[in-house]
Nanobody, 115 residues
Framework: QVQLVESGGGLVQPGGTLRLSCAAS????????MSWYRQAPGNQREFVTA???????QYADSVKGRFTVSRDNAKNMLYLQMNSLRPEDTAVYYC?????????WGQGTQVTVSS
């Protein structure tokens, strides 16, 4: 059973940066497609970015050019570098791990972008 723990959220001003981390345990990390999702109050959870075990990444249009996903398979870690943050990026950010039909979620970390 894969366990995921996110960290790194917080309050940041518009235009600022944050780096989220997701620590994984209990599985073969490199085999999983790892993703970040986010959910703002009153909204459905939405896709942010995904990265394969080999490092191929995809991004939602809303974050392209501002967010960068990366992973360290040796350390079982997933990262999300968020630059040029906007108020509309405010949400709880979740880490997700997928292998075949198995889907695992973290508990989320709050990101608030406000002046």
């Amino acid at each position: 059973q894969v366990q995921l723990v996110e960290s790194g959220g917080g309050l940041v001003q518009p235009g600022g940066t944050l780096r989220l981390s997701c620590a994984a345990s209990g599985g073969i990390f490199s085999a999983y497609v790892m993703s970040w999702y986010r959910q703002a109050p009153g909204n459905q959870r939405e896709f942010v970015t995904a990265i394969s075990g080999g490092g191929s990444a995809q991004y939602a249009d809303s974050v392209k050019g501002r967010f960068t996903v990366s992973r360290d398979n040796a350390k079982n870690m997933l990262y999300l570098q968020m630059n040029s943050l906007r108020p509309e990026d405010t949400a709880v950010y979740y880490c997700r791990a997928v292998l075949d039909a198995n889907v695992h979620w973290g508990q989320g970390t709050q990101v608030t972008v406000s002046s």
